[in-house]
């Protein structure tokens, strides 16, 4: 097992002014970051994988897409879009020696109908999504779609529209990243989930409630981590810690102490959790 640090915790705007949290983050024993990916010019990243490289951390990235990115809009002209803008993520996410891109960018967040997914919504989300996945393929890179929770997403927002979406996109560079924030609202049992999406789970975030400290909440981190023993998963899990500085996680007040101190005793409950 390997943890990573979601540097979401710290907003958007990720530049070399963040190095010294990652030496932080590799001094409280993570092995790697997940890099939040809205700056997609790739020139701006060489300069963050030195300093990945120079203190052995690991990389994965992360990114969302808006109302202009929309991969299921009915306006080919954001469709297209979207799928330029993705690639461009990707193209970064080789920068950075990152293997995945993981988020619900298969849909665009915080963007509703008032209605259910349609059926035609569906399909061009399956649609962008397979192009998308093409393209990761040749660079060697792995997709983890995410779904989220229904004030926020309404294409997938469970565990079972996920999977079935993402085995009728039917690519092996498209896999599901699991977040237990959002499977703490949608999912009747936690670690149910966690069963039902074993054989396409490419990376799992471990969140709070309250996107706090993980064990400060209402998480039933014991069907957690209970249930991630039993599957035999062995991959990266990451901390996703959200705090004021992320306008796009609707949180107006901070939950936490201090990020240092939200990250040594997250990594230590969920070690423990984990051992036991």
């Not at 790739?42 to 992360?62: I, M, N, S, V």
């Not at 997914?117 to 649609?127: S, V």
């Not at 249930?227 to 007040?253: H, M, Q, S, V």
Request: include cysteine.
């Amino acid at each position: 097992m390997k943890y990573s640090m979601n540097l979401l915790l710290w907003g958007t705007e990720i530049d070399e002014s963040i190095f010294p949290t990652l030496e932080l983050i590799k001094d409280i024993g993570f092995d790697g970051v997940e890099v939040p990916i809205f700056n997609n010019n790739p020139e701006h990243w060489f300069k963050f994988r030195e300093k990945l490289d120079a203190l052995g951390l690991a990389c994965a990235a992360d990114t969302f897409c808006g109302a202009q990115h929309n991969l299921i809009s009915p306006d080919a002209g954001i469709r297209k879009s979207g799928l330029e803008f993705l690639k461009s993520c990707i193209d970064c996410a080789l920068v950075l020696g990152a293997s995945r891109l993981m988020g619900p960018f298969h849909a665009a967040l915080g963007v509703f109908t008032g209605k259910p997914a349609t059926q035609d919504e569906w399909e061009r989300g399956i649609d962008g999504i397979r192009e998308l996945s093409d393209y990761a393929e040749s660079l060697d890179i792995t997709l983890g779609l995410e779904y989220l929770n229904r004030f926020e997403l309404y294409l997938t927002s469970s565990a079972e529209e996920l999977q079935r979406f993402v085995k009728e996109v039917n690519h092996p560079n498209c896999k599901i990243m699991f977040d237990t924030f959002h499977a703490n609202i949608e999912e009747k049992r936690v670690g149910e989930a966690f069963h039902l999406l074993k054989d396409q789970l490419t990376y799992i975030q471990l969140s709070e409630s309250d996107r706090s400290t993980p064990g400060k909440g209402n998480v039933d981190w014991e069907g957690a981590f209970q249930a991630i023993k039993e599957i035999g998963y062995d991959g990266w899990i990451g901390i996703e810690a959200f705090g004021t500085k992320l306008p796009a996680a609707n949180i107006w007040r901070k939950m936490y102490e201090s990020e240092e101190k939200l990250m040594r005793e997250g990594l230590a409950f969920i070690k423990e959790g984990l051992r036991r």
